[in-house]
């Protein structure tokens, strides 16, 4: 079960990826908000139909009506930065937000995934992976800092309602909250930015909807399979994903510093995976 738990949340963030480019092909013509702000609606479209079809027992529990606004708060705030900066920028810091869940989780819901080696590896490796690129501090570097900040409380109000037992929403209404939560804040994005939609922004904006929803489906799952601290480090795996991506569709070539950078953490992820994996065997008699 943990091995399928990690497949399916690594294939989440595969698919994250794959949204992101088309949100920076889309914020080419539409602007800094307009195009997150497309995406982010058109995504939102099946929280509506989810609801609809299951209003008779979706559970919209305090929860997850809590997770939901953090989460799509925290898509928001990586679409802006990934139009804005340069996506190996913006990826090396969503890379401090596993960092971030495994020692939150570790200190306020006792999970003992996260060794102080694979913290401090990783950590290093964040601050290698930024220091080419940060020639200045911009908008963007915010953003992303948001993302990171958002995205962590997220998974930490899903991982403690888990500890505590009792009655749980399905997958499937943590799924529908979100995706009602990115309505209105996509609308009011595109209609701040001002941007006219045409019919070629909208062939962008669907398949990208579609993969939003089928990589949030994996990361719900994989939160049902795995505990916060295991399934947080498949974000890292963005990482070559977005480093290919950056390359081959944008141009946009990292130098060996950054790559230097981006193997430490690799392999503080691979630690933590291999401690956790570890944990049973050695309880075992």
């Known amino acids: 079960m943990i091995l399928v738990g990690l497949a399916v949340s690594v294939g989440g963030f595969a698919l994250f990826v794959a949204t992101d480019i088309l949100v920076r092909i889309a914020?080419?013509?539409?602007?800094?908000?307009?195009?997150?702000?497309?995406?982010?609606?058109a995504s939102?479209?099946?929280?509506?139909?989810?609801?609809?079809?299951?209003?008779?027992?979706?559970?919209?529990?305090?929860?997850?009506?809590?997770?939901?606004?953090?989460?799509?708060?925290?898509?928001?705030c990586a679409y802006a930065?990934?139009?804005?900066?340069?996506?190996?920028e913006a990826y090396a810091l969503f890379l401090l937000a596993p960092l971030t869940v495994g020692v939150a989780s570790r200190l306020?819901?006792?999970?003992?995934?996260?060794?102080?080696?694979?913290?401090?590896?990783?950590?290093?490796?964040?601050?290698?992976?930024?220091?080419?690129?940060?020639?200045?501090?911009?908008?963007?570097?915010?953003?992303?800092?948001?993302m990171m900040v958002f995205f962590s409380a997220s998974m930490l109000v899903q991982a403690r309602s888990v500890m505590r037992g009792g009655p749980q929403p399905k997958d499937l209404d943590y799924v529908t909250g979100v995706l009602l939560a990115k309505l209105p804040i996509g609308i009011v994005l595109i209609v701040i930015s001002g941007a006219t939609i045409a019919p070629q922004h909208l062939t962008l904006a669907a398949p990208a909807a579609?993969?939003?929803?089928?990589?949030?489906?994996?990361?719900?799952?994989?939160?049902?399979?795995?505990?916060?601290?295991?399934a947080a480090p498949s974000m890292l795996m963005q990482l070559p994903f977005g480093a290919v991506a950056g390359a081959v569709v944008f141009g946009e070539m990292p130098d060996?510093?950054?790559?230097?950078?981006?193997?430490?953490?690799?392999?503080?992820?691979a630690l933590q995976w291999t401690n956790a994996l570890a944990r049973p065997a050695r309880a075992r008699p």
């Open 27 to 41: 914020s080419d013509s539409l602007g800094v908000l307009g195009g997150p702000g497309l995406v982010i609606a």
């Open 44 to 76: 939102g479209l099946f929280g509506p139909v989810l609801w609809l079809w299951r209003r008779r027992e979706v559970m919209l529990t305090g929860t997850v009506v809590l997770r939901s606004v953090l989460l799509a708060t925290a898509a928001s």
């Open 81 to 88: 930065a990934i139009a804005l900066v340069p996506l190996a």
């Open 108 to 146: 306020a819901l006792g999970e003992r995934s996260l060794g102080p080696v694979a913290a401090l590896l990783g950590f290093v490796g964040a601050i290698l992976a930024l220091r080419p690129g940060f020639t200045e501090l911009r908008v963007g570097h915010l953003f992303a800092v948001g």
């Open 210 to 230: 579609v993969m939003f929803l089928l990589g949030q489906v994996a990361l719900v799952l994989s939160y049902r399979m795995l505990p916060a601290s295991l």
């Open 256 to 269: 060996g510093l950054q790559i230097a950078g981006c193997a430490v953490i690799l392999a503080a992820a």
